[in-house]
């Protein structure tokens, strides 16, 4: 097989790269732009925009009148350092069941970034986050999304 990621940048200079990790597809949702300039941790973002798209939350038995969706607030994934200090870069995909209180009931890798430590620190902030419940006339119910997680090394 050969795989179809673009190559990874030689150049590994710690003092002038700056980390992101962030979901991807930040541009279709401007309300989290509010949520960016108050961050405490430099150079990391993260939003879950992509996600809001309309159709991404489904359940087993179909139906849903209202689609899953994060809520703005939701902790940034933290860009691992053995993974920053190496240069490792890469998307994750985290399929999440999101319970009808808005909390993640569970979630796993659906693709994988190819770093595990990529693939741990996306896992774990998207447990942590809450989410807007999917609706089914009118009642909250459970419903799974997939969330991207893109990290990146800027610079």
Do not use: C, M
Request: proline letters at 6%; aromatic letters at 2%; zero cysteines.
């Amino acid at each position: 097989k050969t795989k179809k990621q673009p190559a990874r940048k030689a150049n590994k200079s710690r003092s002038t790269r700056k980390s992101t990790a962030k979901a991807a597809g930040s541009k279709a949702d401007p309300s989290n732009s509010k949520n960016q300039g108050g961050s405490k941790r430099k150079g990391k973002q993260a939003d879950a925009a992509g996600s809001r798209k309309p159709g991404r939350g489904k359940s087993a038995a179909g139906g849903i009148d209202r689609a899953v969706a994060p809520v703005s607030g939701n902790p940034r994934p933290q860009y691992p350092r053995v993974a920053r200090s190496r240069g490792h870069e890469g998307r994750v995909l985290v399929r999440a069941s999101v319970l009808g209180n808005g909390r993640v009931g569970s979630a796993r890798i659906a693709r994988s970034s190819g770093h595990g430590s990529l693939d741990r620190a996306a896992l774990k902030a998207v447990k942590r986050w809450r989410f807007r419940p999917a609706l089914r006339a009118g009642k909250p119910v459970t419903a799974t999304i997939t969330v991207p997680v893109v990290f990146r090394l800027d610079g």
